[in-house]
């Protein structure tokens, strides 16, 4: 059954830029789907597409079908239903993505009401669960703190459990671990395959990084320039790049782990 | 990117937690305390006036032009009035101007500053050169056309400068929501699903509040010397109600000879605009992260 159907998407700025340029991807129910690509190569922005959260002033033209849903010149009203539902997003960037003026609980609760129509003690309840879905130790002081009351990676956690809140039958995750500390970055990404398997959601994985996203995922699209350079399955890849471009991301996420073996090794 | 993200992410609390040195501490409270101490005796006056004066204001029969003394603690003015008397209704007066005005101010500019942000294409040409306008037109205009179709009272100055500062802070806010909406969380809480006016009401609006208070302070002192400034030309609270700015006008033909009746209410108005200015100052220190995060 395909969850995400992407045909021709094509994403351009009023001043005639095109930023991401016929690009075509299919998810189905459950897959794991990695999409990688240097810095500024679209990635973020095709993410952003799929929930129809475009910057002002991008135009995206061709076919985006999300669970039945078609993304592209849908009404507002149309996306609200669909995000968080249907798909939802965990950022790059944790500290940016959680209101600082409103206390976490506060934040994770708004899907959680709206959505399940959860109230009081109940939708406390619920989000303490949430809080202790993603490993997070003490819910109930974390519900309580404000954003720059905990670390990076805990508000990452946070960010994650919000995602998962309405039960999205996809998680985009861009570059979710990119901002966090090395020390951590294991144990998210750890997390985010636990929840994935667990809860049988398909999942699309952006990274510039292939060793992240091959810790993921089982195919990945490899993006350069808004355009898809090739697609495959990740060991493939990894083994034998049809592209050059594709074999110096190999090569430099080889570089990383290598560098991080001779640390282990010392 | 941090310079433009800095403003509206991080907020009062962000700033208190980082817990800055002493000395920025003390010198944000002192601007603050001063400020309060300033204006709270002003407010005081005011709040008393409304039960209490030594004189009633149309009261003449304390002889013309009295000094200082024990009968009138200031003296009286040319038509015999107690000047003391006076001033308080003035003070009273001028606080009712400042917040008639910023209460305009804050509830017409709010909401044109959240259209106007929200606003795309023609729209917010339109909205951004309609404010513009609105600014450049200078308030004294307004304020004769209004008294014109209307009367001199309080009310047409209070709505003509309400209404000249409700652009200035429908731009601010437009500015500022403008950058709140390029937040992440904004997008993030677009992704769970909330609707527009949701995310207006608890995200948009709470963070923009810290910049938006400092805002609305300075624009109270604007427009108390703005209300002043109109009496003084005959546009504001007509007699018996004396207005600082009225006393002033009808002080200076006799300045030489009892200087009191002007120096009185020019001090007055004077220590009230310093005083919410300072209190804006302090506010600004303690709730607007950016210098806050700077001097911490
Ligand atoms: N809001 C924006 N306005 C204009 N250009 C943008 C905007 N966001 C991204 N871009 C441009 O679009 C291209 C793709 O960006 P993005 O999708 O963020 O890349 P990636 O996530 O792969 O690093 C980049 O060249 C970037 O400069
Ligand atoms: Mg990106």
């Known amino acids: 059954m395909t969850l995400l159907d992407i045909r021709g998407l094509t994403i351009r700025t009023t001043d005639g830029h095109t930023l991401v340029d016929d690009l075509s991807l299919t998810i189905a129910g459950g897959e794991r789907r990695g999409l990688i690509g240097e810095s500024g190569s679209g990635k973020s922005l095709t993410t952003l597409a799929v929930l129809g959260l475009l910057p002002d002033g991008m135009t995206a033209t061709g076919s985006i079908e999300l669970a039945g849903t078609q993304i592209v010149g849908a009404r507002e009203k149309h996306l609200t239903r669909v995000r968080g539902t249907d798909a939802a997003i965990v950022f790059q960037e944790p500290l940016t993505a959680l209101d600082p003026l409103m206390r976490v609980g506060r934040q994770i609760a708004e899907p959680l009401a709206r959505r399940r129509g959860l109230k009081g003690a109940e939708l406390q309840r619920a989000v303490a669960r949430a809080l202790e879905q993603v490993r997070l130790p003490e819910p109930d002081r974390i519900a309580r703190a404000f954003p720059h009351e905990i670390s990076g990676g805990q508000r990452q956690r946070v960010a994650l459990a919000m995602a998962l809140a309405c039960e999205p039958k996809l998680l985009i995750a861009d570059e979710p671990t990119t901002a966090l500390d090395v020390s951590v970055q294991a144990d998210m990404l750890d997390l985010i395959d636990t929840l994935v398997r667990e809860r049988d959601m398909a999942v699309l994985f952006v990274s510039h990084d292939l060793a992240v996203v091959a810790r993921v995922t089982d195919r990945v699209l490899v993006m350069k320039d808004g355009r898809a350079v090739e697609e495959g399955d990740v060991r493939e890849i990894v083994r034998r790049p049809r592209e050059e471009y594709t074999a110096a991301l190999v090569a430099s996420a080889r570089r990383l782990e290598s560098a991080l073996d001779t640390r282990r090794a010392r | ?296």
Request: glycine share 10%; net charge positive.
């Open chain 2, 1 to 296: 990117m941090t310079q433009i993200v800095r403003t509206p992410h991080e907020g009062p609390r962000a700033a208190s937690a980082k817990r800055p040195g002493r000395s920025a501490v003390s010198r944000r409270s002192v601007t603050l305390i001063t400020g309060c101490v300033l204006s709270g005796m002003i407010l005081l006056l005011a709040l008393v006036s409304l039960f209490w004066t030594p004189y009633a204001p149309d009261d003449t029969s304390g002889g013309r032009l009295t000094g200082p003394g024990a009968g009138h603690l200031l003296g009286t003015d040319k038509l015999g009035r107690d000047l003391f008397t006076q001033l308080m209704t003035g003070s009273r007066i001028a606080v009712e101007a400042g917040l008639g005005s910023v209460l305009i101010a804050a509830v017409a500019g709010v909401t044109l500053g959240v259209l106007a942000a929200f606003a795309q294409g023609w729209l917010d040409d339109t909205l951004s050169a309609f404010l513009d306008i609105l600014i450049a037109f200078p308030t004294l205009l307004l304020a004769m056309l209004i008294v014109a179709a209307r009367s001199a009272t309080l009310g047409s100055a209070v709505l003509a400068i309400g209404l000249a500062q409700s652009a200035v802070v429908a731009r601010v806010v437009r500015i500022l929501v403008k950058r709140v909406l390029a937040q992440d969380y904004i997008t993030a809480a677009r992704t769970s699903g909330t609707s527009w006016p949701r995310i207006v009401a608890g995200h948009v609006l709470p963070n923009i509040w810290p910049t938006l208070v400092v805002n609305l302070a300075l624009q109270f002192g604007l427009a108390v010397l703005a209300e002043a400034g109109l009496s003084y030309l005959g546009l504001g609270a007509p007699p018996p109600n004396a207005s600082w700015g009225r006393m002033l006008q009808e002080a200076q033909a006799t300045f030489t000879t009892a200087p009191a009746g002007a120096l009185a209410p020019g001090v007055l108005l004077v220590l009230l605009v310093i005083g919410v200015n300072l209190v804006a100052d302090g506010l600004r220190d303690t709730l607007d992260p950016a210098t806050g995060r700077r001097r911490s």
